[in-house]
């Protein structure tokens, strides 16, 4: 088992940008497939972006050019870089992993992950 720490969010303007940050510990993170999803009021989670263990990089067609997801071995830690945030980016954001039964596989559905962190608040104002 791996644990998951979330940390980098926060109240930030349309257009601003953040970078969240997952910690894991446990095991280390290239072993694992790393995904970010969000839960917004009232909506179902979602898939944001996600890492293969070869890194492999997966987007959801809503984030693609703005966000970019990484990883770091050496602190182990995965990332999510945010970029011109919109109002719609508004969400609690998970960092999840799982063990892939391939090496490039990226799962894009939330129930397919086993670990996932306490979740971090996004807020993008007007």
């Known amino acids: 088992q791996v644990q998951l720490v979330e940390s980098g969010g926060g109240l930030v303007q349309a257009g601003g940008s953040l970078r969240l940050s997952c910690a894991a510990s446990?095991?280390?993170?290239?072993?694992?497939?790393m995904a970010w999803f969000r839960q917004a009021p009232g909506k179902e989670r979602e898939f944001v972006a996600g890492i293969s263990r070869t890194g492999i990089l997966d987007y959801a067609d809503s984030v693609k050019n703005r966000f970019t997801i990484s990883r770091e071995n050496a602190k182990n830690t995965v990332y999510l870089q945010m970029n011109s945030l919109k109002l719609e980016d508004t969400a609690v954001y998970y960092c999840?992993?799982?063990?892939?039964?391939?090496?490039?596989?990226?799962?894009?559905?939330?129930?397919?992950?086993?670990?996932w962190g306490q979740g971090t608040q996004v807020t993008a104002s007007s």
């Open positions: 999840a992993a799982v063990l892939p039964r391939t090496l490039w596989q990226v799962p894009r559905q939330g129930s397919e992950y086993d670990n």
């Open positions: 446990g095991r280390t993170v290239s072993s694992y497939a």
